[in-house]
């Protein structure tokens, strides 16, 4: 008796670890906000069989739940952990709320053992008291950490900043920011797809060198607010407003309150000047510069990109290696913001002959005689269709890999379907958000649904031959 309640207590500690691991799993990929888990989750399967299920059946099965725990649902989550591809990553935020799980499980047990008068240990209460304990002490651990990153900033006497926000293309036009101005303004960027206010936050307080003279910041946004609360942070000098369009339209419900959450960004009481794109429907002020419709002439094969821009009354030229005619914008209001800066339109120009294409936007590369373009970070229809109209031109067999426009409407993929119909010949279609839109209203190339991302390699080796053009256009992690 006395070894099986030994048994008793070791399991249930296991499965309560096991059960906040599924939560902090999914909450680290919702950037810990549970009422996205609850609310946005696109595999709602997963939470009915590894959380909601358990937690039933341990109070319904009594001692019989033990046989399902480790012949049944052990070995199911073991399996599903093997097949997403985004695992838990074992941060500091992680293993505290690890810590407190495991302290409040523990007492929680021994105050059973103690009165003996629990028929069953708690699962709900160690988790619900962990996730409290966890929120609480990360709020107050990062106003505290904020707080530092604006005391770091401020002292930086001769620092100037710039933040970028868009509905898409905000990464690229970082980078390219950053590689044309490097060469004369000693400048560092936010690295990736950093965006967010703590991952801002987190950046400045670690990574940012003191001796930097040009900080280039990204920022992105989820709800109304969260660019809004990054100005104040950055307390920025220029701004950058990209393209505006319906990308996370799920969270922000319309267009205008995307526009409205991008225009935050000018909220900076120390900003000097904007760049907004025409896409924003804002009018020109002292400080507001509006862009997009100086852009002439763009020409964009899979060799490169050329367009003509008018600046301050005059036309210069520029040429890139960079694929995409939607390139033109972002490196548009990466000129803008350098030429503010003082670097000389030729500087400018000669930069941009030697950009470096970012990673996996339209990068290009060839393997096994076929045609690689890797476009998986290019999310949005724009500059989806962009690159399809850009892959149109290639004369041989095309083929896509894509899950469709993520976080969007049926519309918008109904949309791309018709594209992707114009232009390839086999569409790979993975994922379940967007499977049945697409399959539907794809009528003429052929159609390969994958649900299973392990299988694409075999797959595109089954379809693909030598010459033909391979396009991963958009990703989504299995979550989606």
Same mark, same amino acid.
């Not at 770091?152 to 710039?162: A, F, G, Q």
């Not at 995307?258 to 935050?264: A, L, S």
């Not at 520029?318 to 670097?343: D, K, Q």
């Not at 794809?442 to 693909?464: G, N, R, S």
């Given at each position: 008796?006395?070894? #099986?309640?030994? #048994?008793?207590? #070791?399991?249930?500690?296991?499965?309560?670890?096991?059960?906040? &691991?599924?939560?902090?799993?999914?909450?680290? &990929?919702?950037?810990?906000? =549970?009422e996205?888990?609850?609310?946005?989750?696109?595999?709602?399967?997963?939470?009915?069989?590894? *959380?909601?299920? $358990?937690?039933f059946?341990?109070y319904?099965?009594?001692?019989? *739940?033990?046989?399902?725990f480790?012949?049944?649902? =052990?070995?199911?989550l073991?399996?599903?952990?093997?097949r997403?591809?985004?695992?838990?990553?074992?941060?500091?935020?992680?293993?505290?709320?690890?810590?407190?799980?495991?302290? !409040?499980?523990?007492?929680? +047990?021994?105050?059973?053992?103690?009165?003996?008068?629990?028929?069953?240990?708690?699962?709900?209460? $160690?988790?619900?008291?962990?996730?409290?304990?966890?929120?609480?002490?990360?709020?107050?651990?990062?106003?505290? #950490?904020?707080?530092?990153?604006?005391?770091?900033?401020?002292?930086?006497?001769?620092l100037?900043?710039?933040?970028?926000?868009?509905?898409?293309?905000k990464?690229?036009?970082?980078?390219?920011?950053?590689?044309?101005?490097?060469?004369?303004?000693?400048?560092?960027?936010t $690295?990736?797809?950093?965006?967010?206010?703590?991952?801002?936050?987190?950046?400045i307080?670690? +990574?940012?060198?003191?001796?930097?003279?040009?900080?280039?910041?990204?920022?992105?946004a989820?709800?109304?607010?969260?660019?809004?609360?990054?100005?104040?942070?950055?307390?920025?000098?220029?701004?950058?407003?990209?393209?505006?369009?319906e990308q996370h339209?799920?969270?922000?419900k319309?267009? /205008?309150?995307?526009?409205?959450?991008?225009?935050?960004?000018?909220? %900076?009481?120390?900003?000097?000047? !904007?760049?907004?794109?025409?896409s924003?429907?804002?009018?020109?002020?002292?400080?507001?510069?509006i862009?997009?419709?100086?852009?002439?002439?763009?020409?964009?094969?899979? +060799?490169?990109?050329?367009? +003509?821009?008018?600046?301050?009354?005059?036309?210069h030229?520029?040429?890139?290696?960079?694929?995409?005619?939607?390139?033109?914008?972002?490196?548009?209001?990466?000129?803008?913001?350098?030429?503010?800066?003082g670097?000389?339109?030729?500087?400018i120009?000669k930069?941009?002959?030697?950009l470096?294409?970012?990673d996996?936007?339209?990068?290009?590369? /060839?393997?096994?005689g076929?045609?690689?373009?890797?476009d998986s970070?290019?999310?949005?229809?724009?500059?989806m269709? %962009?690159?399809? /109209?850009?892959?149109?031109?290639?004369?041989?067999?095309?083929?896509?890999?894509? $899950?469709?426009?993520?976080?969007?409407?049926?519309?918008?993929?109904?949309?791309?379907?018709?594209?992707?119909?114009?232009?390839f010949?086999?569409?790979?279609?993975?994922?379940?958000?967007n499977?049945?839109?697409?399959?539907?209203?794809?009528?003429?190339?052929?159609?390969?649904?994958?649900?299973?991302k392990?299988?694409?390699?075999?797959?595109?080796?089954?379809e693909?031959?030598?010459?033909?053009?391979?396009?991963?256009?958009?990703?989504?992690?299995t979550?989606?």
């Amino acid at each position: 008796m006395e070894n #099986f309640k030994i #048994f008793e207590l #070791f399991s249930h500690f296991a499965l309560v670890m096991i059960l906040g &691991w599924y939560l902090i799993t999914n909450l680290q &990929w919702y950037s810990y906000k =549970l009422e996205r888990v609850i609310f946005k989750h696109k595999r709602y399967s997963w939470h009915i069989l590894y *959380f909601i299920l $358990p937690i039933f059946a341990y109070y319904l099965s009594g001692k019989y *739940f033990w046989i399902y725990f480790y012949l049944g649902l =052990l070995p199911a989550l073991f399996m599903w952990s093997k097949r997403i591809d985004k695992k838990l990553v074992f941060t500091a935020r992680v293993k505290r709320f690890f810590l407190f799980l495991a302290v !409040a499980t523990l007492f929680g +047990d021994v105050l059973c053992l103690v009165s003996q008068k629990c028929h069953v240990y708690g699962l709900l209460l $160690p988790i619900g008291v962990a996730l409290g304990a966890s929120f609480l002490f990360e709020k107050m651990l990062f106003n505290d #950490f904020k707080k530092k990153a604006q005391k770091k900033l401020t002292s930086m006497d001769s620092l100037e900043i710039v933040a970028i926000t868009a509905s898409y293309g905000k990464t690229s036009i970082k980078n390219f920011l950053h590689q044309i101005v490097s060469p004369y303004i000693d400048a560092y960027m936010t $690295p990736r797809s950093v965006n967010t206010l703590g991952g801002l936050v987190k950046d400045i307080n670690d +990574d940012l060198p003191s001796s930097t003279k040009l900080y280039i910041a990204e920022a992105g946004a989820r709800l109304k607010g969260d660019i809004d609360d990054i100005a104040k942070l950055l307390n920025h000098d220029y701004a950058i407003v990209g393209s505006i369009g319906e990308q996370h339209i799920e969270y922000f419900k319309t267009l /205008e309150n995307i526009r409205n959450t991008k225009m935050e960004i000018l909220n %900076s009481k120390k900003l000097k000047k !904007a760049f907004v794109h025409k896409s924003a429907h804002v009018k020109a002020e002292a400080h507001v510069v509006i862009f997009g419709d100086n852009i002439q002439n763009i020409l964009a094969t899979l +060799d490169g990109l050329a367009f +003509d821009l008018e600046i301050e009354g005059k036309i210069h030229h520029f040429e890139s290696p960079l694929l995409g005619a939607f390139n033109a914008t972002n490196l548009t209001a990466a000129i803008l913001i350098a030429y503010e800066l003082g670097v000389k339109i030729e500087n400018i120009q000669k930069q941009i002959k030697k950009l470096k294409q970012v990673d996996h936007r339209l990068q290009k590369i /060839e393997a096994g005689g076929k045609l690689i373009i890797d476009d998986s970070f290019n999310g949005n229809l724009e500059g989806m269709v %962009s690159s399809y /109209e850009l892959m149109d031109s290639y004369n041989g067999k095309k083929v896509i890999v894509t $899950p469709g426009v993520i976080e969007s409407d049926c519309d918008t993929n109904i949309k791309l379907a018709e594209k992707i119909d114009e232009v390839f010949d086999t569409v790979i279609i993975t994922g379940k958000v967007n499977a049945n839109v697409l399959y539907e209203n794809i009528h003429k190339a052929k159609k390969i649904l994958l649900t299973d991302k392990d299988k694409l390699e075999e797959t595109l080796a089954q379809e693909t031959t030598v010459g033909d053009l391979v396009l991963f256009s958009n990703d989504a992690p299995t979550f989606m």
